[in-house]
């Protein structure tokens, strides 16, 4: 036997209003709490990126023949080539080279700033 189902009080009304708006302040007000408590921990370095890399000659030329880190090479290389202005005007993302880069980069005239990290690091050891 199926029970009919009785019609009750509209939704809607003042009091259920009432009701959302409270519910809403709450969960915004847990949301701002939440946030607040988790404190931001500092981005320690990734070590195999610190150890020092000794440069060969070809890239020497370019960074300078002292050991340094990885990141301290890529950023003499963009000093290097900002200061050339050998990246390409049109698009920026390629590197043109002169004859220092060209012997970095295995004789290339022409590689993307993405390739050019990769090429490089075969000049690392």
Do not use: C
């Not at 009701?19 to 701002?32: E, I, L, M, S």
């Not at 000093?79 to 012997?103: C, H, P, V």
């Amino acid at each position: 036997m199926a029970t009919k189902k009785k019609g009750g009080a509209k939704k809607g009304g003042k009091k259920g209003a009432k009701r959302t708006a409270k519910k809403a302040t709450k969960k915004a007000g847990r949301k701002k709490a939440a946030r607040k408590a988790a404190p931001k921990k500092k981005r320690a370095p990734n070590p195999a990126f610190m150890r020092p890399m000794q440069p060969d000659d070809a890239l020497g030329a370019v960074v300078g023949a002292n050991a340094m880190p990885r990141t301290e090479i890529t950023k003499k290389l963009w000093a290097y080539i900002k200061r050339n202005s050998l990246q390409d005007a049109k698009n920026r993302r390629m590197i043109n080279a002169d004859d220092k880069l060209g012997r970095v980069f295995g004789g290339k005239k022409q590689v993307s700033m993405f390739e050019m990290t990769k090429l490089a690091s075969k000049h690392m050891k």
